[in-house]
C-alpha cells in the first residue's frame, strides 16, 4: 500500500482513472472546466491498482478539492486522503477548503458531514448548465434522483484542527 502526493509518473494512470470515473477527463466546478490529471492532489495505489485518488486546485486564499474517490469504501480511505489534503493546505498557511458536489449524491453529503464540512450553499441549476459543456453528465444520479444542483461544502480549516476555537 502506497498513500503519497500525486507524482508525474502517475498522470497517465489519473486521466484514464478520471475519465472511468467522471465519464470525461474534465471536471465541471461552477461553470470552470478542470483536467484532475494535471492537478496536485494525493493518491492511494494498493496491488497496482489506483484504491483512492484526491485531486486538487489552490486558488486565492482557498483549497479546492476537485474530485475525490476511493474504491475500498468504508476503509478510511477518502477521510485519509482527504486528512492529508487539509495537513497540506494548512502547511501553507490556506485556512479554507472547500468543494461541490451534486445534489444527487448522497453518500458524499454523509461523508463530507462526518468529517465537519458545512454546507454553505446550494447553486440551482448549475449543473444543468455544466451539462451543455459536458454532455456526459447524467441527467440521473445515485437513487433515479435527477442531477440537477451543485452543493458547496466548506471547511474552516483552523475549527477543525482545534475545535475549542469554534466555543
Ligand atoms: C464518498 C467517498 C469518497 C467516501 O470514501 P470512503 O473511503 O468510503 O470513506 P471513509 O471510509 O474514509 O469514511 C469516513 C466517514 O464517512 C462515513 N461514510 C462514508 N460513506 C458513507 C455513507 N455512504 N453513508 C454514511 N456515512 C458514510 C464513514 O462511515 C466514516 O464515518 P466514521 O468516521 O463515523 O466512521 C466514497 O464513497 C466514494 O468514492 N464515492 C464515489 C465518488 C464520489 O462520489 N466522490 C465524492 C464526489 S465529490
Redesign the pocket.
Known amino acids: 500500500m502506497s498513500r503519497r502526493p500525486i507524482q508525474n509518473e502517475d498522470r497517465q494512470a489519473i486521466a484514464d482513472f478520471i475519465e472511468k470515473?467522471w465519464r470525461s477527463k474534465k471536471v465541471m466546478s461552477q461553470g470552470k472546466a478542470y483536467y484532475p490529471h494535471e492537478q496536485e492532489g494525493f493518491i492511494e495505489w494498493r496491488d497496482g491498482q489506483i484504491a483512492?485518488l484526491l485531486t486538487m486546485a489552490y486558488q486565492d486564499e482557498a483549497l479546492e478539492?476537485l474530485?475525490?474517490?476511493?474504491?475500498?469504501?468504508?476503509?478510511?480511505?477518502?477521510?485519509?486522503l482527504?486528512l492529508m489534503a487539509i495537513e497540506d493546505a494548512r502547511k501553507r498557511n490556506i485556512n479554507r477548503i472547500w468543494?461541490?458536489?451534486?445534489n444527487d449524491?448522497?453518500?458524499?453529503l454523509?461523508?463530507?458531514q462526518?468529517?465537519g464540512f458545512r454546507m454553505t450553499a446550494v447553486n440551482l441549476g448549475v449543473v444543468d448548465e455544466a451539462r451543455k459543456a459536458k454532455p456526459e453528465i447524467p441527467t440521473v444520479g445515485f437513487e433515479g434522483i435527477a442531477v440537477r444542483d451543485e452543493v458547496v461544502f466548506e471547511l474552516p480549516i483552523k475549527a477543525y484542527l482545534d475545535p475549542e476555537s469554534l466555543a
Open positions: 470515473h483512492g478539492v474530485t475525490l474517490n476511493s474504491m475500498l469504501e468504508g476503509e478510511r480511505i477518502g477521510s485519509s482527504m468543494l461541490t458536489t451534486t449524491n448522497i453518500k458524499a454523509a461523508f463530507y462526518k468529517l
